[in-house]
């Protein structure tokens, strides 16, 4: 078997894992075969891969996916605005931080999930699981690439009909905006961390009678305390204090801040369940691929049009010069429109608001109006006085006209205040 020194230290080294029961046995054997020189069969294509899903753009109301072709991530050149791709996502080897010969390991898959997120004419990523778990260091590199990547576009988590997501698979597909699974038999959960390894107390003699010594310096006294605890006094506490209940913490808190609705359920006990038995918990419903295709392209619509939404509305924000009268009628027209229509009505109303002392003083009436300016409540208030006067003037004639403008100042003085009414009384001392 093909290995690289990286892959190996993280497969054999003495490492948090999270493995359902139902996967541990499988790698186990495979180490042992490996160990002793078997070769490992090679698949035709790579677990833990990416397809594409490529075909027509299609409405939200076409269920009609029959266009869709699934071709690998390489193969997929599009030509036309026409065409989009999801992206499926193949969880379905051991999950590693680094890969090998047979698989891909974490950081090559979130590598290319953020580099396929950056084409436009991919909508959304499916990510299609059946794995059992793995390194629980490799589960923070693929929950960062998705949150990054659903800040643009939308990722689902999907596990395949007669398949599984658990531990560390079930840990990455916490991060995905939902998750569904094709069968109710699916096996989901599982979230929980452990250790195995082999080794030989030091110092000792086996029957052959080859020693097996380790030594440590005289300052050393702490270096790989938790691994000679174990191996030589069977006291495997600090091996669970000192490793694996810190890094199942982290874990189990990422999974709960993705899925908060698994906050105070047992979701923490590493059990797995059945997907009919976990809808509302582990995950969100039984779907079929075609279903969850359909909401990825759902999803992607709205996100399009919001973040359309948001490039009009801030517009040049990032740019000193001011928006034109152009490009704020073509992103709002609505809105100029409104603006426009206001700023009638009001000018119209200040218009009407002189024009109704026309007859008190025309040349001040229309002088006001030119200046565009509001009538003033003291303009108001000599007009009146004009009105009052000249109407009662007429009416009663020369004789008794001091009587008229004194009679009409009154009226004025006493709806004013205080203020005013000290500058009137002053204003209206004269004789006609």
Same mark, same amino acid.
């Given at each position: 078997?093909?290995?690289?020194?990286?892959?190996?230290?993280?497969?054999?080294?003495?490492?948090?894992? &999270?493995?359902?029961?139902?996967?541990?046995?499988?790698?186990?054997?495979?180490?042992?075969?490996?160990?002793?020189?078997?070769?490992?069969?090679?698949?035709?294509?790579?677990?833990?891969?990416?397809?594409?899903?490529?075909?027509?753009?299609?409405?939200?109301? $076409?269920?009609?996916?029959?266009?869709?072709?699934?071709?690998?991530?390489? $193969?997929?050149?599009?030509?036309?605005?026409?065409?989009?791709?999801?992206?499926?996502?193949?969880?379905?080897?051991?999950?590693?931080?680094?890969?090998?010969?047979?698989?891909?390991?974490?950081?090559?898959?979130?590598? #290319?999930?953020? $580099?396929?997120? /950056?084409?436009?004419?991919?909508?959304?990523?499916?990510?299609?699981?059946?794995?059992?778990?793995? &390194?629980?260091?490799?589960?923070?590199?693929?929950?960062?690439?998705?949150?990054?990547?659903?800040?643009? /576009?939308?990722?689902?988590?999907?596990?395949?009909?007669?398949?599984?997501?658990?531990?560390?698979?079930?840990?990455?597909?916490?991060?995905?905006?939902?998750?569904?699974?094709?069968?109710?038999?699916?096996?989901?959960?599982?979230?929980?961390?452990?250790?195995?390894?082999?080794?030989?107390?030091? #110092?000792?003699?086996?029957?052959?009678?080859?020693?097996?010594?380790?030594?440590?310096?005289?300052?050393?006294?702490?270096?790989?305390?938790?691994?000679?605890?174990?191996?030589?006094?069977? #006291?495997? /506490?600090?091996?669970?204090?000192?490793?694996?209940?810190?890094?199942?913490?982290?874990?189990? $808190? &990422?999974?709960?801040?993705?899925?908060?609705?698994?906050?105070?359920?047992?979701?923490?006990?590493?059990?797995?369940?059945?997907?009919?038995?976990?809808?509302?918990?582990?995950?969100?419903?039984?779907?079929?691929?075609?279903?969850?295709?359909?909401?990825?392209?759902?999803?992607?619509?709205?996100?399009?049009?919001?973040?359309?939404?948001?490039?009009?509305?801030?517009?040049?924000?990032?740019?000193?010069?001011?928006?034109?009268?152009?490009?704020?009628?073509?992103?709002?027209?609505?809105?100029?429109?409104?603006?426009?229509?206001?700023?009638?009505?009001?000018?119209?109303?200040?218009?009407?608001?002189?024009?109704?002392?026309?007859?008190?003083?025309?040349?001040?009436?229309?002088?006001?109006?030119?200046?565009?300016?509001?009538?003033?409540?003291?303009?108001?208030?000599?007009?009146?006085?004009?009105? *009052?006067?000249?109407?009662?003037?007429?009416?009663?004639?020369?004789?008794?006209?001091?009587?008229?403008?004194?009679?009409?100042?009154?009226?004025?003085?006493?709806?004013?205040?205080? *203020?005013?009414?000290?500058?009137?009384?002053?204003?209206? /001392?004269?004789?006609?």
């Amino acid at each position: 078997m093909s290995m690289n020194f990286g892959l190996a230290r993280e497969v054999y080294g003495i490492g948090a894992w &999270s493995v359902d029961a139902k996967s541990l046995p499988a790698m186990i054997q495979i180490l042992a075969n490996s160990k002793n020189g078997q070769v490992l069969e090679l698949p035709e294509k790579k677990y833990n891969s990416i397809s594409i899903l490529s075909g027509p753009k299609c409405d939200d109301d $076409d269920n009609d996916l029959d266009d869709y072709v699934e071709c690998d991530d390489d $193969d997929f050149e599009p030509t036309s605005e026409d065409i989009q791709g999801i992206a499926i996502v193949n969880l379905n080897g051991v999950i590693t931080v680094d890969g090998g010969a047979s698989s891909y390991g974490m950081t090559q898959l979130s590598e #290319n999930m953020l $580099d396929l997120a /950056k084409n436009d004419n991919i909508k959304g990523f499916i990510i299609y699981a059946n794995s059992g778990g793995g &390194s629980t260091s490799a589960v923070e590199i693929m929950t960062d690439a998705i949150t990054e990547i659903r800040k643009t /576009k939308p990722v689902y988590g999907l596990v395949r009909k007669g398949g599984m997501a658990c531990s560390a698979c079930y840990g990455i597909l916490s991060a995905c905006e939902e998750i569904s699974a094709e069968s109710e038999m699916s096996n989901v959960g599982s979230c929980g961390t452990m250790v195995q390894f082999e080794g030989r107390a030091a #110092n000792t003699e086996d029957e052959d009678g080859e020693k097996y010594i380790r030594l440590y310096a005289t300052k050393s006294t702490k270096k790989n305390q938790d691994i000679e605890e174990a191996l030589n006094n069977n #006291n495997y /506490k600090l091996i669970v204090n000192n490793l694996l209940d810190p890094i199942n913490e982290r874990f189990l $808190d &990422s999974i709960a801040k993705f899925r908060p609705i698994l906050k105070g359920t047992d979701y923490d006990n590493g059990h797995d369940a059945f997907a009919k038995d976990s809808v509302g918990k582990f995950i969100d419903g039984i779907a079929s691929k075609q279903e969850v295709i359909k909401k990825v392209l759902v999803k992607t619509r709205k996100q399009e049009t919001t973040t359309s939404i948001k490039k009009n509305t801030n517009i040049n924000q990032n740019s000193n010069s001011k928006m034109t009268r152009t490009e704020l009628n073509s992103a709002h027209p609505e809105l100029v429109q409104s603006i426009l229509t206001e700023g009638a009505n009001a000018q119209q109303e200040i218009v009407n608001s002189w024009l109704a002392f026309y007859e008190a003083d025309s040349k001040s009436v229309v002088e006001g109006i030119k200046s565009g300016k509001a009538i003033l409540e003291s303009q108001k208030n000599a007009f009146l006085v004009a009105i *009052a006067t000249k109407g009662k003037v007429n009416a009663l004639g020369a004789d008794n006209a001091n009587d008229v403008v004194t009679e009409a100042a009154t009226v004025v003085v006493e709806n004013a205040t205080d *203020a005013e009414a000290a500058l009137l009384e002053k204003a209206f /001392k004269f004789k006609i």
